[in-house]
């Protein structure tokens, strides 16, 4: 179906009429800026969580002055940066409304200690990362495209809201930022930055060691789950980016095999997105070894470096490294499936999950390089006929170190532990049978006390 602008763009604001409206009666313009915009006039398909970015000629006191005039609801923790922010009441997301800033790029050299307002939404615009994210839509319908957006997404290009070597360098540098953002927009959209705007961040990548690295982060994971992460790598590599925030892809890119492991990375699941990290920092630690066969790779120990290397770097949660640590731990790969016998996978199985699913998404990719794909169906079916009922992962009776305790006169201690693991592992090793009773588990271990006095 053609792309039919004008429907979209009414579609979007009439989400939205009622706050335009509030704006307007108390003479406050409000348009929508950013993503939102440049999606639209690309025509790419709007994302179903689209996130609604707003800017407004109010300062923060008379937003949260319009909002509680109309009792909705608001928060204040951007109230820093200028924005207070609201529900939407029809789709129940968090809406942003950020007081026009004016544009200071051109007094760097120092930090600026505070964020100042403006009224203009030109100077607003023009602060933006990227002439495709510096266009504005109004209540009435009109685009306002001051710094060649529209022009910049018919050639596919990324620069700076006027473009310019100069000028590029101070936006970059002020908010060095920008180039990571650049790189995921490279991601996303498949576009190529200006001659320009690599000329200028080539120059402005060590700046990035003066940013927060959490910053880094939240555009790294975006550019990871992106649809082009190649581009986006690949111009970070070629601005010297990479060596300063990821130093870990540098051998992946100037391998032979990048394009092949790009595409791996692409057939992985977006979602948990440490999927992705997985994929990059095993694919890290094993290369130069045989991607398939997990006896050339690294031991897990020095697998786990990587990863605490990376997740102190980039802040990770703890939950995230657990999970990363988890998955690059995979103990086999493609080469070995063949061979596995039915203990080692239950084994794996009973350790591995609930992550079982992410394991055999890596064990895809690394048999993608390897052009090993040929051992995966054999071994999906096998793990599928250790799912649902037939699970190794121990189910025991609700309160079964109690009755255990009871009935075979243990006090509290070490000697329960002992007694409910090797029940575990006895169903784990296929020699009990799963979510049994606790009367067949006890006669079990009684039969085993037998037998070993
Ligand atoms: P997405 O669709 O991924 O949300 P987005 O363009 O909306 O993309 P956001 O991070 O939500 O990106 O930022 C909203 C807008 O704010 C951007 O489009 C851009 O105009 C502006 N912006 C965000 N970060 C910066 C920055 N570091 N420097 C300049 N402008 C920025
Ligand atoms: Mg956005």
């Not at 990290?277 to 050339?296: E, F, H, K, N, P």
């Amino acid at each position: 179906m053609p792309h039919d602008e004008a429907q979209a763009i009414q579609e979007l604001l009439s989400s939205y009429a009622g706050l335009f409206g509030f704006f307007e009666a108390e003479g406050e313009e409000l348009v929508i800026v950013g993503g939102a915009v440049r999606d639209l006039v690309a025509a790419a398909a709007l994302p179903a969580k689209l996130d609604v970015d707003f800017a407004t000629s109010a300062l923060p006191e008379k937003t949260i002055d319009i909002l509680k005039k109309r009792k909705l609801r608001f928060f204040t923790t951007g109230i820093r940066f200028g924005t207070i922010s609201t529900i939407h009441a029809a789709s129940g997301r968090m809406l942003e409304l950020t007081t026009y800033r004016p544009d200071e790029s051109y007094t760097v050299g120092s930090r600026k200690p505070e964020v100042t307002f403006g009224t203009s939404l030109e100077a607003d615009l023009i602060r933006r990362d990227l002439s495709i994210n510096a266009m504005a839509l109004r209540s009435d319908g009109t685009i306002v495209d001051l710094f060649g957006g529209r022009e910049a997404i018919a050639a596919r290009k990324l620069e700076v809201p006027g473009g310019g070597l100069e000028r590029t360098r101070i936006i970059l540098r002020d908010d060095p930022l920008r180039i990571l953002r650049i790189a995921r927009f490279a991601a996303r959209l498949d576009y190529r930055a200006t001659e320009e705007t690599t000329t200028a961040a080539t120059e402005c990548a060590p700046w990035l060691q003066t940013i927060s690295h959490e910053r880094w982060k939240a555009e790294l994971d975006k550019l990871l789950v992106a649809p082009h992460p190649a581009a986006g790598l690949r111009w970070l590599q070629e601005t010297g980016a990479l060596r300063e925030v990821l130093p870990e892809a540098l051998p992946l890119l100037e391998s032979d095999g990048f394009d092949r492991w790009c595409e791996a990375l692409q057939q992985l699941p977006t979602e948990p997105h440490h999927l992705r990290w997985s994929w990059l920092l095993l694919s890290a630690a094993i290369a130069g070894g045989a991607v398939a066969d997990a006896t050339s790779w690294p031991d897990a120990a020095v697998r786990q470096q990587t990863v605490a290397l990376l997740a102190d770097r980039l802040k990770w949660s703890n939950e995230e490294r657990l999970v990363v640590s988890e998955l690059i731990a995979l103990p086999f790969g493609p080469a070995q499936l063949e061979g596995l016998s039915e203990l080692e996978l239950r084994r794996w199985v009973a350790r591995t999950e609930p992550r079982v699913i992410d394991q055999c998404a890596l064990l895809t990719a690394l048999a993608q390089m390897s052009g090993t794909t040929a051992a995966m169906d054999p071994f999906f079916a096998r793990v599928e006929a250790l799912s649902g009922d037939a699970t190794p992962v121990p189910a025991l009776p609700a309160g079964f170190g109690k009755v255990l305790m009871t009935a075979l006169g243990l006090q509290p201690g070490p000697a329960v532990g002992q007694a409910v693991d090797a029940v575990k592992q006895a169903i784990i090793d296929g020699r009990l049978p799963n979510r049994g009773s606790a009367e067949d588990y006890l006669a079990w271990l009684r039969n085993r006390a037998d037998t070993d006095a």
